[in-house]
């Protein structure tokens, strides 16, 4: 069978667009966990992008590349989840905006 | 896996083997005393483990990492950065307390995946290296958490810093589908054989690696978090970042692109000038009326690191790449010292306070008066930042000049210029409130032995290297310029 | 190496006259002043030396010393230092000058006197070292040295607008002194590309073959850095506020020496490494000069501030300087010299005054002064003395210097000479105005002043000495510092090709 | 003998550092001893040369080098001096004049408080002009002629009290420091062109190098003009004369009468071959000479201060040298100058002893019938006025008249405006002399002063009567005139002229036989009068083009609008600083966007989109 | 157009459509519950490009792990009754209606895959076998690292959650 049975960049394309829906997200929310979901979507769409680059060569590089993806993903969400804790016991709420003290 | 190479990484076995003693010892003892000597001596430990392995560099380990000159240099500086940021937060974190040992285990984590960072020789690594040191940053940042503002400015870092990991992911898979490699020196022939067809997918991707990692370096435009970290996070956690953090992954980028030849191409070097020129003005700007101390080294370190682009470019330029590498490897190791020295000296002052570090200037007034020591050691870090003679800065900026020169960057030097004249306004504004007569009863400043110590041994770098810079410039020609 | 060990008596005196303070408030100024004492020592010996004969360029020039050590070998960076004989003037006059701010100050500084010594010694060590560097890094190094204690001195023991004077101060002479550091690093480059070496030995750089648009811009670096310390219209106006804002001592430093160094380096660095496109400039420089010269007189007349006004007299002295020294005739550059010195004793006495006047009167607006002869005749006398040096009375050192200047000058250009010349009319104007506004006039009853005691006076009878010496026998200087400019003109070519150029 | 004419200007000279050292810390004998015996001493010497160069026969100059000065590149001025009848012939009026002022006013300043200081300043003054007069050399002749400016200052100002003197003063040295810059320059000419400023040589030089009405000679005569008409106070730069009268009446006779203010025809005829060069230059000396010597007159005609009157009376009589050296009589005009000195320092003298004995009452119009109450005072000025009118038999009869016939050569224009003013001259002088001397009088004198002040008026007396006979050493300095023969008309009119005028002052002033008041009252007559009671508006108009707009923009400027270009460059920084500032709002949101903004901005260019 | 193509396009446009929802969502909750979905879909890409350990991955860990973290926090947090009324408010029948239909799609996929007509992917498929020998083999190194990298997660997350049990305790 072909190597390609989808085109590459298609599924590239694809990546793409999860990640910039994951931008938007970042973007956009005010909600942190719903930002930190965002994050996630990115990430996910890394390791699609890699799986998808990965299939073209045929190695298992981009796979692996996908598994630390995953360790990645989950070390941030653990301590970003961690923080929200922290940051809802502070400020009662969850919303980016109510905890930001700092600028200038 | 042969010996060799097994003793090539005994740095880093030395040192994860150490933080999870360190574990075990916090689980059953925690002593503060103890963890802090155990970090330093395993940070002292793995300095000394490099000394096996110069005898076998350059060596690959994997296709994951390699060890090489550059890689123990820029090891050597994270390593010092690492033991002095330690002993900074020994003074800061004793007094606040208890349970306060599982931060010199993550500042232990940090250390490690800072030097692996500047090891690694492929996108796995170097992302692993990334991340664990970033991750190890969070928890640092947040550490005393008692305060809203430590918790915010990790947040914030947190979510960032992410976006720009995937960025650098998202540009490594993009590079990872035209050529199918992974490793650095493996792009270079990529580089070579797609110039016609995939180059789009490879700038393309180039410039994702370069958004995610000027992130991390906080280049303008992507600079923006870059003061609210350092006004939140505790001072030795800045001083933490604005180095080992900053240094090992502007190491790791250098070897990236050098070792890939992407750094030649010639809209890459178009898209980095216009971000240094960015970052030299806007960081320079930002920190000309700010009061809040934190916050101006903040921005001059947007500055600093605008102008280790400008020999970042050097090294892509016909003929510049050997006096850039050197170039940035001696600015870097400047930039370390003197910015250890300023974070020490905020630390210092933000010891009686354990409510807020001392960000604003008020903080600073009449500093010379009271704590002249500690006001002289500031007043050479910040003119060391100022890049005047008698210092360390001096002769990094001078190299930076040296490297724009040599490769006639002309308009960047006289933005470096620009930038520099408006540098030395706030670094003087400093110094001129320190030296004002203060009536008012002000906290009294104790200089901790450790602290003191760091202080002592970093003033001293400063001007001794500042005179005589050659043990420097030798030993960067020996180590570093290897991977040229 | 006597060199070597006056930069570092004056560095070592520094540290230690500041770590005297914690033991007696006042050590400080007597470790200074043994600190300056034995330095001057040190100077002595310099006037008696063999002279050496040392290659430069095409031509051959005469040094009194030349002494060099490897610092950093990897861009071919030495401890370079010579000293001829426009040095040797400039050091002792350095000295002298340091002496006289040290005898200024005697009982002025209260603050921490110890840091104050320190800062007052290291200023000295400073400008001591750009005046006998000859390898243009090390003489970089120096360049901003001498900044960073005279910042201090500004910045702590200044008056009301002492933060602005001193970042303004420090501001001008960095950033053009960055201009320099560029240039510094393109020439070495472009020795590099000629001989295959880096190299910042003067000895190495002058009459090196550059492309003339590059030498162009690298002299422009040179230049900027210079004029802005001179200080040349239109960069002078850090001048003012700091002379203002700075205790006299630093004032007296400031403009007894610090300024000197700015036409040292044009005459030393600019016209020799780049004879052609200092030639192309010469004309505007020239106007620059001449400019100054009536612009800083017109505002010297304006100002109300005393310590202002003779700031901008000086940036009207050093018009002259420019001039002379971008006329580049043997007789200019021998009038730069001599205005050079001149002006270093008349104005760093008219500092002390002012400074006297401030620390009797605590203001030094003018028009709270008037009829202070009465009260103080012996100052009256001194400072109508140092006023018409100043406006360049004949028999006197300032009058020589712009004399000489003049009238080489006019060989060059007329009409700048022309504009120049209204400078002594503009002079005339502002100085008289000033004695008349300070010491003249109606006395204003009930004013208790102390008259200058004897430190005073004898301070300030030896820089009268000084400048009737200059100007009834200056051949002396003249001859000093004549094999230095002989050899530099010879470098730059036959004076008819400047001519030649110029017209 | 001649060696010791370096003592000549180096006595006084010592004399002054002296005092000034000691700063009124010796008595006021010692003081007097030393300012007056130091003069003197210089006056015996430069008696003793004159002796010996009269004796000689010879008129060989000689020249002393006291000592090198400069010698940088060609340019070698020397300190040394320069011996020849017109350097004789000043320094004889300089030292004799000078010391008989000196004695006159070791009396006349006793009550002074600045004693000291004021010999100081004359000693000085002494020094500086006869270095000026015996300079071998431009540069030395500069340094003297600077010093007697600064000396002027100094003396002009010595009541430094009173802001007005300070303000004379000010005006006397800058004015006439605006003649020295044109000075200056044509000396940078002159040494551009001839490579040396030593006298002779450059004068040798001159003539080889240029022929006579050659441009450059003439611009180098115009300008050396320009010093002399700063320095004698010669149209267009005469103000300040009648101002620095603020100065002692001593100060007033020697400075601004008898030697000072005479520098500049000394400098023209110590040139007098360049002028010679240069026609155009020349002329132009004369006809400066006619108009200030007119305008002066007038001037003159109208004041009521005793010493203005007088001031303006020298401007005029510089003017009739300046005249004399323009039409080429150059020995006339140092004859004029020798006569002059004498008879004005004997006017200002006996001026300077009204004055003092009605208590510095300068108004003539509140003196009056003193002539039988200062007789000393009466006859010196009696026998001065004659010799400034030139009356027959006095000195001043002499040297005039020898002008006058000079210019008739040259042009009868010249020698008609000269006796027009020979004519005012006479009406304004006797005017002066019957007011203050005749009538009733106004205000009750004190007793006449002492021997020291009557001494040098009688010796000047005498002077001023046989001056006339005394030949002027200068021959052989100055190239001889053809002695032509005069019309007996003309030579019979110049000398009635000045008659005519002492008689009309007369019937106008004493018998009071004529009255002019209707004219005099009328408006065109009031105008008038007004016109040149004002120096015919010169001050006016000065002030008003050069002074009030100077001061103005001076004072506008006084910040200095250079210093705002770099204010602006700071401001324009601190509002890039708030507009970037304004961007770290600690949004996160907004620090994504800016992420992504970059990202985009960083891919389109490396991309190559943009 | 393949069949494998046409269920590629049919899981990228389930994934799209879910991962907007997910992040427009007002409620944690469902918000989570659409990720997953999409983190669903994605695993059938895997599948489809030859990648059915990384498909396995995504489903066991991504979905199956770390989502259910924010469960937890969600779950800790407890947002409490005002959230509860809003959902009340607007959680209405019609609101399952997009995620059922996704998760339909997402089901007929799996079913399309599991009966067996993916077997023309295999010879594309790189096997877990082959991933194993390869993590273990050059990439050793990385698994070290992502052990530490966990590591250091945990540590932070036991430090940051540490005081907020202690303290939360506390305060109930």
Same mark, same amino acid.
Not at chain 2, 420 to 440: D, P, Q, V
Not at chain 4, 25 to 37: C, D, E, I, P
Not at chain 4, 82 to 95: E, H, R, W
Not at chain 5, 10 to 20: F, M, Q, Y
């Given at each position: ?104 | ?52 392995? %110069? ?251 605008? %102008? ?26 400047? %930039? ?89 306004? %706030? ?58 | ?161 002492? +933060? ?32 295959? #070496?880096?190299?910042? #030995? ?74 052609? +496109? ?119 050192? #300032? ?86 400019? #002989? ?17 | ?430 005017? &002066? ?76 002033? &004493? ?100 | ?172």
């Amino acid at each position: 069978m072909d190597a390609v049975v989808v085109p590459m960049e298609h599924g590239l394309a694809l990546a793409a667009v999860l990640f910039s829906i994951g931008l938007i997200g970042v973007m956009v929310r005010r909600n942190i966990i719903l930002i930190l979901m965002s994050v996630e979507v990115m990430l996910n769409a890394c390791g699609l992008a890699f799986i998808v680059a990965g299939a073209k060569w045929g190695a298992a590089d981009g796979q692996i590349m996908f598994m630390l993806i995953l360790s990645i993903a989950a070390a941030e969400v653990v301590v970003g989840l961690g923080l929200l804790l922290q940051v809802h016991r502070r400020v009662g709420s969850i919303d980016i905006d109510e905890t930001s003290r700092l600028r200038g | 896996m042969s010996d060799q190479q097994l003793l090539a990484i005994l740095p880093h076995i030395l040192l994860t083997t150490v933080i999870l003693i360190q574990m075990m010892v916090i689980a059953f003892a925690r002593n503060l005393r103890t963890t802090v000597a155990i970090s330093v001596i395993a940070l002292i430990l793995t300095g000394l483990a490099f000394i096996p392995v %110069y005898s076998l560099i350059p060596i690959m380990v994997t296709p994951l990492i390699v060890l090489d000159g550059y890689a123990i240099y820029y090891s050597g500086l994270i390593l010092m950065s690492s033991t002095a940021v330690t002993l900074m937060a020994y003074d800061y974190f004793k007094d606040r307390g208890e349970k306060q040992d599982e931060f010199f285990m993550l500042l232990l984590f940090a250390t490690l995946g800072a030097l692996i960072l500047v090891c690694s020789s492929h996108f796995a690594s170097m992302i692993l290296g990334l991340e664990l040191l970033g991750v190890s940053i969070y928890t640092m940042i947040s550490y005393p958490h008692k305060g809203l503002l430590t918790l915010e400015a990790a947040l914030k870092y947190l979510i960032l810093s992410g976006v720009s990991s995937t960025f650098i992911l998202f540009g490594a898979a993009l590079i990872y589908a035209v050529g199918g490699k992974l490793g650095f020196a493996e792009l270079a022939s990529v580089a070579l054989e797609t110039r016609d067809s995939g180059e789009i997918f490879l700038t393309a991707g180039s410039a994702l690696i370069f958004a995610g990692i000027m992130f991390k370096l906080s280049v303008t435009p992507f600079h923006m978090w870059t003061p609210d970290v350092y006004e939140g996070a505790p001072a030795p956690v800045t001083a933490f970042v604005a180095t080992v953090s900053k240094g090992a992954i502007f190491a790791i980028t250098l070897r990236l692109f050098t070792s890939s030849n992407l750094i030649e191409v010639p809209s890459i070097l178009t898209g980095l000038s216009v971000v240094a020129i960015l970052s030299m003005l806007v960081g320079n700007l930002l920190a000309l009326r700010q009061d809040n101390v934190k916050r101006i080294l903040a921005y001059s370190s947007i500055a600093h690191l605008g %102008y280790l682009m400008v020999a970042f470019i050097a090294a892509g330029m016909i003929g510049g790449k050997v006096l850039a590498i050197e170039a940035s490897s001696y600015f870097l190791f400047a %930039y370390f010292i003197t910015t250890l020295g300023a974070f020490g000296v905020v630390t210092i002052v933000s010891l009686p306070n354990t409510e807020a570090d001392a960000g604003d200037i008020s903080n600073y007034e009449g500093l010379f008066w009271r704590r002249p020591m500690l006001a002289i050691m500031f007043t050479l870090t910040l003119l060391s930042l100022a890049g005047i003679p008698l210092t360390v800065g001096f002769i990094g900026k001078f190299y930076i000049f040296t490297a724009g020169v040599t490769t006639t960057l002309w308009l960047l030097l006289s933005v470096v210029i620009i930038g520099s004249g408006i540098g030395i306004f %706030y670094y003087l504004r400093i110094i001129f409130a320190m030296t004002k007569r203060t009536e008012t009863d002000v906290t009294k400043i104790e200089i901790p032995i450790a602290g003191g110590w760091v202080m002592a041994s970093v003033t001293a770098a400063i001007l001794f290297f500042g005179i005589y810079p050659t043990p420097i410039v030798n030993l960067i020609n020996n180590l570093v310029l290897s991977i040229t | 190496m006597l060199l070597i060990a006056i930069i570092s008596v004056l560095i070592i005196g520094g540290f230690a006259a500041w770590l005297a303070e914690s033991r007696n408030r006042d050590w400080p100024k007597w470790v200074s002043l043994f600190t300056i004492l034995l330095s001057s020592l040190l100077v002595i010996p310099l006037f008696s030396l063999e002279p050496i004969t040392m290659q430069l360029g095409a031509t051959t020039s005469q040094w009194l010393l030349v002494y060099e050590v490897p610092w950093i070998p990897r861009f071919g960076i030495s401890f370079l230092f010579a000293l001829d004989g426009l040095s040797l003037l400039m050091v002792a006059l350095t000295i002298f000058l340091g002496l006289v701010a040290l005898a200024s100050s005697w009982n002025e500084i209260d603050h921490q006197p110890g840091f104050f010594q320190f800062n007052l010694m290291w200023t000295l060590a400073g400008v001591t070292g750009v005046f006998v560097s000859l390898d243009l890094f090390l003489f970089f190094f120096f360049w901003e040295i001498m900044l960073i204690p005279m910042y201090f001195l500004i910045a702590i023991w200044g008056y009301e607008r002492k +933060a602005y004077a001193s970042m303004k101060f420090f501001l001008f002479t960095q950033i053009s002194g960055l201009f320099m550091l560029l240039s510094i690093l393109a020439l070495a480059f472009a020795a590099k590309a000629i001989t295959g #070496n880096f190299t910042f #030995n003067y000895f190495d750089l002058v009459g090196l073959n550059l492309d003339p648009d590059i030498a162009w811009w690298l002299m422009l670096g040179f230049f900027i850095a210079f004029v802005v310390k001179l200080p040349g219209f239109p960069f002078h106006t850090w001048l003012p506020d700091a002379h203002t804002q700075a205790p006299t001592a630093a004032s007296v430093l400031l403009a007894g020496i610090l300024l000197k160094t700015g036409a040292y380096g044009l005459i030393r660095f600019t016209v020799p490494l780049f004879p052609q +496109a200092a030639m192309e400039i010469a004309q505007v420089a020239m106007l620059l000069g001449a400019i100054g010269v009536v612009y800083g007189a017109v505002l010297a007349f304006a100002q109300d501030d005393f310590k202002r006004l003779v700031a901008y007299s000086s940036v009207s002295h050093m018009g002259f300087v420019l001039i002379g020294i971008f006329a580049w005739r043997e007789l200019t550059l021998q009038g730069s010299v001599m205005q050079m010195v001149a002006h270093g004793l008349s104005t760093a006495a008219l500092f002390m005054i002012a400074g006297a006047l401030q620390h009797r009167l605590h203001t030094r607006d003018v028009s709270e002064m008037g009829g202070l002869w009465k009260d103080m005749p012996r100052m009256g006398a001194i400072a109508m003395f140092f006023i018409i040096a100043s406006l360049g009375m004949p028999g006197l050192g #300032n009058f020589v210097g712009e004399f000489l200047v003049l009238l080489g000058a006019f060989q060059v250009n007329v009409p700048i000479t022309i504009f120049a010349s209204l400078g002594l009319i503009v002079a005339a104007i502002y100085s008289l105005i000033a004695m008349q506004r300070v010491f003249l006039g109606t006395p204003i009853a009930n004013r208790n002043l102390r008259d200058f005691d004897s430190r005073e006076v004898s301070t300030m009878v030896l820089m009268m000495l000084g400048l009737v010496y200059l100007g009834i026998h200056p051949q002396p200087v003249f001859d000093m510092v004549e094999p230095s400019l #002989n050899s530099l003109y010879e470098l730059t070519g036959p004076a008819t090709e400047w001519v030649g150029a110029l017209r | 003998m001649y060696d010791l004419i370096w003592v000549i200007p180096l006595a006084p000279l010592v004399s002054f550092v002296i005092l000034f050292a000691t700063q009124g810390n010796l008595g006021k004998t010692q003081v007097a001893y030393l300012g007056v015996g130091s003069v003197g001493l210089s006056a015996l010497i430069v008696v003793a040369i004159a002796y010996s160069w009269l004796n000689s026969g010879s008129s060989e100059p000689y020249t002393y080098a006291v000592t090198s000065w400069i010698n940088v590149a060609g340019f070698n001025p020397g300190i040394s001096f320069y011996l020849d009848g017109l350097a004789l012939t000043m320094m004889l009026v300089i030292t004799g004049v000078g010391f008989l002022i000196h004695l006159y006013a070791s009396l006349f300043m006793e009550e002074d408080g600045d004693y000291s200081r004021f010999f100081a300043y004359m000693n000085l003054f002494v020094s500086a002009m006869l270095i000026l007069v015996l300079a071998d050399n431009m540069l030395l002749l500069y340094v003297g002629w600077e010093g007697v400016g600064l000396c002027s200052y100094l003396l002009v100002g010595f009541w430094y009290e009173d802001p007005a003197n300070g303000a004379a003063a000010r005006k006397a040295f800058i004015v006439t420091r605006i003649g020295d810059t044109a000075m200056a320059l044509g000396l940078f000419l002159l040494f551009m062109h001839l490579g040396t400023l030593h006298i002779q040589p450059m004068m040798q030089a001159a003539k080889q190098t240029w022929a006579t009405g050659d441009t450059i000679p003439t611009i180098a005569a115009l300008l050396l003009l320009g010093g002399a008409v700063g320095k004698s106070a010669q149209l267009p730069l005469q103000t300040w004369l009648p101002d620095a009268m603020a100065g002692p009446t001593p100060v007033s006779a020697l400075i601004h009468a008898a030697t000072m203010v005479t520098a500049g025809v000394y400098l023209i005829a110590r040139t007098h071959e360049l002028y010679l060069l240069a026609p155009l230059a020349q002329s132009t000396v004369a006809v400066v000479g006619l108009a200030t010597l007119l305008i002066a007159a007038f001037t003159a005609l109208t004041q009521t201060d005793i010493k203005r009157i007088l001031a303006y009376s020298t401007i005029s009589q510089i003017g009739y040298m300046f005249l004399a050296l323009g039409v080429g009589a150059w020995a006339s005009g140092i004859f004029h100058l020798m006569t002059h000195a004498f008879f004005k320092a004997l006017l200002f003298l006996a001026a300077g002893a009204v004055i003092y004995s009605l208590h510095h009452e300068h108004d003539i119009f509140k003196m009056g019938g003193l002539r039988t109450k200062l007789p000393v005072a009466f006859w010196s000025f009696l026998i001065g006025s004659a010799a400034l009118t030139a009356l027959p038999l006095t000195s001043g009869f002499f040297s005039k008249d020898e002008i006058l016939l000079a210019a008739f050569d040259v042009n009868p224009w010249l020698w008609a405006g000269g006796l027009l003013g020979a004519f005012l001259t006479s009406i304004y002088s006797f005017r &002066l002399g019957f007011v203050v001397f005749f009538g009733q009088i106004n205000t009750e004198p004190s007793a006449p002063a002492g021997a020291r002040m009557a001494v040098p008026l009688i010796i000047l007396c005498g002077l001023s009567i046989i001056g006339g006979w005394f030949h002027v050493p200068v021959d052989a300095v100055f190239p001889t005139i053809v002695d032509s023969h005069h019309d007996q008309t003309i030579a019979i009119i110049t000398p009635l002229v000045p008659i005519l005028g002492v008689l009309l002052a007369y019937l106008l002033f &004493l018998r009071k036989s004529l009255d002019l008041s209707t004219l005099l009252e009328s408006l065109v007559g009031v105008q008038l009068r007004k016109f040149f009671f004002s120096h015919w508006g010169m001050d006016w108009a000065y002030d008003k083009i050069f002074v009030v707009p100077y001061t103005r923009i001076a004072r506008m400027n006084q910040a200095d609008v250079v210093d705002m270009a770099y204010e602006g460059i700071a401001n324009i920084t601190s509002i890039f600083h708030y507009l970037t500032s304004f961007t770290q709002t600690g949004q996160l949101r907004w620090y994504a966007f800016t992420m992504v903004g970059g990202l985009i901005f960083i891919l389109a260019i490396i991309v190559g989109i943009i | 157009m393949s069949v494998e193509l046409f269920l590629f396009y049919l899981a990228a446009t389930v994934s799209l459509v879910s991962t907007i929802l997910a992040l427009t969502r007002y409620n944690a909750t469902h918000a989570l519950i659409y990720l997953i979905i999409s983190l669903l879909a994605s695993a059938i890409i895997f599948y489809l490009v030859g990648a059915p350990f990384a498909a396995v991955l995504e489903v066991v860990i991504y979905a199956g792990a770390i989502m259910v973290l924010f469960v937890f926090v969600v779950m800790i947090l407890n947002l409490g009754a005002r959230g509860d009324d809003l959902e009340h408010q607007w959680l209405k029948p019609g609101m399952w209606l997009f995620p059922g239909l996704l998760c339909l799609i997402l089901f007929l996929e799996m079913i399309y895959v599991l009966s067996g007509s993916s077997q023309n992917l295999a010879g594309t498929v790189v096997t877990p076998k082959e991933v194993g020998i390869k993590l273990y083999g050059p990439y050793v190194l990385a698994v070290e690292i992502a052990s530490m990298l966990l590591l250091a997660g945990l540590i932070g997350a036991y430090h940051l959650g540490r005081r907020y049990l202690v303290d939360s305790r506390k305060e109930s």
